[in-house]
């Protein structure tokens, strides 16, 4: 009855191809893309966090929010507005990220680790979709951060200016910002391709409109499958290119690149990435791509998963994966810290889903 | 009988302004906002009517009413107050 919405099919393609070839070109195994890795990679270079293994300035950050800006002024799409409850969405953000890092993955990167064989995503993609359920079950009952107004033009550029200067500050004095030498942030393609296929995915995400949150949101509120289509087109693409590339070995929870197979807190993490994406109103991806086309809360709900990055590595909230060094198994996980912070952030997610929710007459 | 679309700032202006056409018997559904209308990925109400329902949208806070001329074919019938 509905025609596909082939913009948003070829756009998930090509993020699944673009994952595969910027994880064949350096990026970390099943990394190609990660928006809340990228950015606690980047609290890692800008010093916010000490985890050695995770710093760098990730290209295609900068190279997302300023595709989406591109593409936006092109199509005369972009406008700046900002006022829709901006400190409640810095705490979203900030909690979508400890959950996000708990997992060890966005929305995006889980999708990518599903199409690489890892299980333990599975796991995280049941949690994100129930998390998800509930951020409805507020939606429907009247749950609001209530609108944005218009604002200065200016306002509306402040993340990818800023995002702009520090990309030329990392090129011309890269002695200011932390580098790792071993893990996941030692590992990356190099600058200028990141660079540009992330402009191209930014641009187009802007046109599609590409949401993971939203796609799961539409499908079961509207029974609408536009947006999930782009979600699907992924994972095919993933897991296509890492068969042709020899990478696939099958699905399984076993030692998976940058996972760990604490099931229960897999979930839990998503549930959390889930509900607060609905209360968002989208994904971490879609908060850079509207952040590129003006949304100035978009673009704080981005310093907030930056800060978010930061506490999740100062306060050891994060995951650990699992690992095989010199034929010894450690399995990773979480500790009690971030198995606190989780419960912490339902504890928030419930208070803003219900104090933001309107008692309706009827 | 005509085809409408309005917008709104928020999912939850939408859901008013579905209950308010659906309390006047009016045939409206709630979906996705189409995307030649915004890039953002907010929720909108069609409806079937006679007229506009400018008047009782008021209190939902529409963005915008479009007509629906065909299908993917859209015009801005009325703009809403604070519109920018």
Redesign the interface.
């Known amino acids: 009855m509905k025609k596909i919405n082939w913009l948003l099919v070829v756009t998930g393609l090509l993020v699944g191809a673009a994952a595969v070839a910027l994880t064949a070109l350096g990026n970390p195994p099943n990394m190609g893309f990660c928006i809340a890795c990228f950015l606690r990679d980047i609290a890692g270079a800008t010093k916010l966090h000490s985890a050695a293994v995770v710093q760098y300035f990730r290209p295609e950050i900068i190279g997302l929010v300023l595709g989406s800006t591109i593409m936006a002024i092109a199509g005369k799409e972009f406008k700046a507005k900002a006022g829709s409850s901006p400190a409640t969405r810095f705490v979203l953000g900030f909690f979508v990220m400890v959950g996000a890092l708990v997992f060890l993955g966005c929305p995006l990167r889980m999708v990518i680790r599903m199409g690489g064989g890892d299980l333990n995503a599975f796991v995280g993609f049941a949690g994100f979709f129930i998390g998800i359920l509930i951020g409805i079950f507020f939606l429907k009952k009247g749950f609001s951060l209530k609108r944005t107004y218009k604002v200065n033009t200016s306002e509306g550029l402040v993340l990818p200016a800023a995002l702009v200067i520090f990309g030329v500050l990392v090129l011309a004095v890269p002695a200011l910002f932390a580098f790792s030498e071993s893990g996941p942030g030692s590992k990356h393609a190099p600058f200028f391709i990141s660079l540009i296929i992330a402009l191209v995915i930014g641009a187009l995400a802007q046109k599609s409109r590409m949401c993971f949150a939203g796609g799961l949101r539409d499908a079961v509120m509207f029974k609408d499958f536009n947006l999930v289509s782009g979600f699907v087109a992924v994972f095919i693409a993933v897991l296509l290119g890492n068969i042709i590339l020899g990478k696939f070995s099958g699905f399984s929870t076993y030692l998976q690149p940058i996972s760990h197979a604490s099931q229960l807190w897999n979930l839990l993490g998503m549930v959390l990435v889930g509900w607060g994406s609905i209360l968002l109103g989208g994904c971490p991806l879609r908060q850079l791509i509207l952040a590129g086309e003006g949304n100035g809360d978009s673009a704080v709900t981005v310093l907030g998963m930056i800060v978010g990055a930061a506490f999740s590595h100062n306060f050891g909230l994060a995951g650990s994966a699992a690992s095989l060094t010199d034929d010894v198994y450690k399995a990773g996980g979480i500790g009690t810290n971030g198995k606190v912070a989780v419960f912490i952030g339902f504890a928030v997610l419930l208070v803003i889903s219900l104090i933001n929710t309107k008692k309706e007459a009827k | 009988m005509k085809e409408f679309i309005a917008t709104f ?5 939408a ?1 008013v302004a579905h209950r308010t056409l659906t309390d006047k018997a009016i045939d409206a559904r ?3 906002v189409p ?1 030649k209308l915004s ?4 929720t909108c109400v069609r409806y079937s009517a006679d007229e506009s329902c400018a008047e009782e949208l008021k209190t939902a ?1 529409f963005e915008t009413i479009y007509n629906v001329e065909g299908i993917g074919k859209y015009s801005v019938l009325v703009k809403g107050e ?1 519109d ?1």
Request: charged fraction near 30%; include cysteine; glycine fraction near 6%.
């Open positions: 700032h928020t999912h939850a202006d859901i709630m979906m996705p995307r890039s953002s990925c907010g806070d604070e920018d």
